[in-house]
């Protein structure tokens, strides 16, 4: 997998107001962390973040962070070529993306600094592939995916960009597992979690069961408002009925 540089400028004020202010000059707001040093607070080009970020293996891949000094803040932001040689750089991947729901657009990002780890966990999307040669799904069933980014231990240089998972020979009430999967060299499961489920087409004596078992869930539950409603109404006209009697 190939080492994709990031340049980035160190970020000295901190708060909301500022982040704001660096968004609106298209910077992104990050932090950098690190098991060994202090965390380090940065500043992204938007420009570079978005259209890293398309690639669906984003949150696999493995950066270079170059930092600079102010002095180069434009040419971050416009994600132009720096001359100058970087006063540090990181190797490291990201761990948390943050966005703005409003405005679609990303508004903070945390990376993690790959130190003497020979393996870290990773989140793996996965990728469904043969729907069209699974017959149950053919035939109306349908697919739950329970997690779209399965959690797995990877050897630094084995993280693989997505998880295929074969849908060809599973059968109805069938559930994939980590375990089911062929993980790739390098890599391997931290817990046997479950990813998604396929399940069968409802018949119709199955809909007509399950319509007629609502149907008599709402009538009991009409008839007990009904008796409530009785019960009430009694009650207030034996109130009346005993205020009467008083005033006599």
């Known amino acids: 997998m190939s080492l994709i ?48 970020t398309q690639d669906i293996s984003f949150m696999t891949r493995i ?24 006063i540090a750089k990181y190797r490291v991947i990201p761990k948390d993306i943050q966005c703005d729901k409003i405005k679609d657009t990303i508004s903070h ?10 393996e870290i966990d990773v989140k793996i999307p996965i990728c469904f592939v043969n729907r069209d040669k699974c017959e149950t799904l053919k035939y109306g069933g349908r697919l739950l995916i329970l997690d779209y980014n399965p959690k797995i231990r990877c050897k630094i240089d084995f993280i693989p960009e997505v ?7 599973k059968k109805v009430n ?11 060299d390098g890599c391997r499961e931290i817990k046997n979690t479950d990813i998604a489920k396929i399940f069968g087409k409802r018949g119709k004596e199955e809909e007509e069961k399950i ?16 008796e409530a409603a009785e019960v ?4 207030i006209n034996d109130d009346k009925k005993t205020d009467k009697d008083k005033k006599k």
């Open 5 to 52: 540089k990031i340049n980035c400028v160190k970020r000295s004020d901190i708060g909301s107001a500022a982040a704001r202010s660096h968004v609106k000059k298209g910077l992104v707001p990050g932090v950098v962390y690190s098991k060994k040093s202090d965390n380090i607070n940065l500043l992204i080009s938007q420009k570079q973040l978005e259209k890293l």
């Open 163 to 169: 998880l295929d998972i074969d849908l060809e020979n």
């Open 109 to 118: 990002i945390d990376f993690a600094i790959i130190e003497d780890e020979k």
């Open 174 to 184: 069938s559930v994939i597992r980590i375990a089911d999967i062929n993980l790739p």
């Open 211 to 226: 319509n007629n078992a609502v149907s008599a869930e709402l009538s009991a539950d009409q008839k007990a408002a009904a």
């Open 232 to 235: 009430a109404k009694k009650a």
């Open 63 to 86: 950066f270079e962070l170059n930092f600079f000094d102010q002095e180069s803040i434009e040419n971050v932001i416009k994600n132009k070529d720096i001359n100058s040689n970087s």
